[in-house]
């Protein structure tokens, strides 16, 4: 035993709940193994989810989660309550097949609470339900983040009230069975879990980019740590809101180019006008012209106009795109000189080397070292 301070107070914290639940019209289903061979099974799980708020008030509640708050393994969790304490009450209840105390029941969840607590580190987790897209199998776009389809009844598992917190016929349409993950290990003694709105928004831009699907994640994300509830927070607006458009299946090529994307996405945080061209891409996606065209208009000339104007930025995304000249911009057009852009890199060079295209200084070049 790692922590016989923590072992007392969360025994207290049990029995107390024991003792408010023992006359508890406790639900019950049978299930049947062979013929004539019924199971009874008391539905614990769900009855203490239901009634953990009755106990939260309590003083033997309020002591377990003071031990806990200066525990310093347990730091990482920031409701103590609904992630360390409700599970081991389940726990304890299921190895005890309802609320009749058994000492055995309760050391066996113990011990499985701090070897969570005081283990080599923590895994976290964070999914978010996708529409939009439709996929065969599990895509990954790497860092830990992967589009995969949802597994029947696996958000309501660890958030029973997360029914109404999913997008519209979700598991229902074809394009509408995926959940977009986020999973990392931390460090044993971390307090900070990662940004998951912020990098669960970023890879569905580089879905959008790769696919021209009407993509989108949440409205909320769900977090776990060590596959206990942590959290419910909202995904940033942008991505939480479809764009209109026709749903698509993610191709093998396509979840590539996402996963090549993604990553390149961080370089906006440095780059201010490439990350003005994304945000006015993005934004045209759910705009009527005329506005969306000056949005396109804006995000071609923050991309490639390098304090040139617009019409030294059209023509480089000619010479980009491999057109003969580049008019009104349309979405794709766009769409696809960010992508050039993004899996280049380096976009200061990259005009620099579109301007000696232009000039025709590289053919010279060639011209030159070819004599």
């Not at 301070?5 to 639900?27: K, N, Q, V, W």
């Not at 953990?52 to 003071?66: C, P």
């Not at 958030?159 to 959940?179: I, K, N, Q, S, Y």
């Amino acid at each position: 035993m790692r922590a016989p301070h923590l072992y007392e107070s969360l025994r207290g914290f049990c029995l107390g709940a024991f003792s408010a639940f023992h006359d508890a019209d406790l639900p019950f289903s049978f299930e049947e193994h062979a013929p004539s061979f019924y199971e009874y099974r008391p539905l614990v799980k769900s009855f203490i989810e239901g009634q953990a708020d009755r106990l939260h008030a309590r003083e033997d509640v309020k002591t377990a989660i003071a031990d806990l708050v200066r525990e310093p393994a347990a730091s990482v969790y920031k409701d103590h309550y609904r992630t360390l304490l409700v599970p081991l009450l389940i726990r304890t209840a299921e190895g005890c097949g309802g609320f009749d105390w058994d000492d055995s029941a309760f050391d066996r969840a113990y011990a499985e609470l701090e070897q969570t607590l005081f283990g080599e580190g923590h895994m976290y987790g964070a999914v978010a339900p996708l529409i939009g897209l439709s996929v065969g199998g599990p895509i990954d776009l790497g860092d830990g983040i992967r589009v995969r389809v949802a597994v029947t009844g696996e958000i309501a598992a660890l958030w029973p009230e997360a029914g109404g917190l999913l997008p519209r016929d979700f598991g229902r349409e074809v394009d509408r069975t995926c959940v977009l993950e986020l999973e990392r290990s931390l460090a044993k003694g971390t307090d900070e879990v990662p940004d998951a709105p912020g990098e669960l928004a970023d890879a569905v831009t580089a879905l959008r980019l790769a696919t021209a699907a009407p993509v989108a994640a949440g409205p909320v994300l769900f977090e776990r740590i060590d596959w206990r509830p942590y959290g419910i927070r909202p995904v940033l607006p942008i991505a939480a809101t479809a764009p209109p458009g026709e749903p698509t299946r993610l191709d093998p090529f396509r979840a590539s180019v996402a996963a090549r994307l993604r990553p390149q996405l961080f370089r906006a945080d440095d780059d201010a006008q490439l990350g003005e061209a994304l945000d006015r891409w993005e934004l045209a996606l759910f705009q009527d012209d005329p506005f969306r065209g000056e949005q396109l208009r804006h995000a071609l000339e923050f991309a490639l106009g390098g304090g040139d104007g617009q019409w030294a930025a059209g023509m480089r995304a000619a010479a980009l795109l491999g057109e003969k000249s580049f008019g009104q911009p349309t979405s794709d057009l766009v769409r696809r000189l960010l992508i050039a852009v993004l899996e280049h890199g380096d976009r200061a060079r990259l005009l620099r080397e579109l301007d000696d295209a232009l000039l025709g200084v590289s053919v010279r070049v060639a011209e030159l070292r070819a004599s």
